[in-house]
């Protein structure tokens, strides 16, 4: 399978990230996981862990510690209220833009262009 | 089945994390030291998955990640540098201590080589611009010295240096973006 574009990926990470958080509170490394279970499996650690810094530094998402069975305790992150609404606005944008880009891609070609 | 770590594998997992620690020089210590950790537990988590190799290599190298951990905190393009500015404001009073310091003491040789046990007071002017005059009394070949304090220009000079040094004055619109970003 072809890699993802890593551009596309960077502009749209942090809404994955809000998403998923919103799912489910998590920590870094689970929230790699999911990433890559969702099919984004050439996601690298080091795009995901700045981009969660950044959501913490905006004030998308707050942090807590929890204690780990299997050692130091954990960093879990989730959505603050100010998270979720970018979370609202980031997919409604999303889907606009994505709607206003399929219907262009899949209008018919001439054949001549071909 | 997760991995079990092996000596080697905490050590290549602890010197990612120093490398990148020492490339964080710039967030404030608390935000460094969290910033260690997540990363060096996140690490170990992966490790165990897909081995260490696997895990250091997703996670594309400590310097790209430094910067991408400093944009994070900083915004995107250029930065000021407390290091930078940290090492100047403090090399530079050394290195020019010893400089005046060494300029006094070929002055007071120079004396002394005329005359071994010369009784007297001698004046130096001290290194033009940065340096007041330094006074050595002599007695028997004995030197007292007093004055060669540093100009006030001397401390424009050394202030300055570490505003472009650290390239500080990139803190105004760091500052500017965060109020806005908080009054948002």
Redesign the interface.
């Known amino acids: 399978m072809a890699p993802h574009d890593s551009q596309l990926l960077k502009g749209v990470l942090p809404l994955l990230l809000l998403h998923l958080l919103a799912e489910q509170e998590s920590y870094g490394y689970q929230v790699v996981q999911r990433l890559q279970a969702a099919g984004l499996t050439d996601v690298l650690e080091g795009t995901v862990y700045p981009a969660l810094a950044r959501l913490e530094r905006e004030g998308r998402v707050a942090s807590r510690l929890v204690a780990s069975s299997s050692g130091p305790a954990r960093k879990y992150y989730r959505p603050t209220p100010a998270g979720f609404e970018a979370l609202a606005d980031g997919t409604e944008n999303w889907t606009r833009h994505t709607a206003i880009v399929n219907a262009v891609l899949t209008r018919p070609l001439p054949a001549a262009s071909r | 089945m997760p991995n079990k770590l092996s000596p080697i594998d905490h050590l290549r997992i602890e010197r990612l994390v120093w490398t990148l620690d020492q490339q964080l020089y710039d967030l404030p210590h608390r935000t460094r030291v969290?910033?260690r950790?997540?990363?060096r537990?996140?690490l170990?988590?992966?490790a165990r998955?897909v081995g260490v190799a696997e895990?250091l290599r997703?996670?594309?190298?400590s310097r790209?990640?430094a910067e991408?951990?400093l944009?994070?905190?900083y915004g995107p393009g250029p930065r000021h540098s407390w290091v930078a500015a940290g090492y100047f404001l403090s090399l530079v009073p050394m290195l020019l201590l010893y400089a005046l310091g060494e300029a006094e003491n070929a002055f007071e040789n120079g004396v002394l080589a005329h005359d071994p046990h010369v009784t007297g007071t001698f004046t130096w002017d001290g290194i033009a611009l940065l340096q007041h005059a330094v006074t050595f009394t002599f007695t028997d070949g004995h030197a007292e010295r007093v004055g060669g304090a540093w100009t006030p220009l001397t401390y424009v000079l050394w202030l300055a240096g570490t505003v472009l040094v650290g390239r500080l004055w990139r803190l105004l619109p760091w500052y500017r973006r965060r109020r806005e970003?908080v009054g948002a």
């Open positions: 969290a910033k950790r997540e990363v537990d996140n170990r988590d992966a998955d895990a997703r996670l594309g190298g790209r990640l991408e951990f944009a994070a905190e970003n």
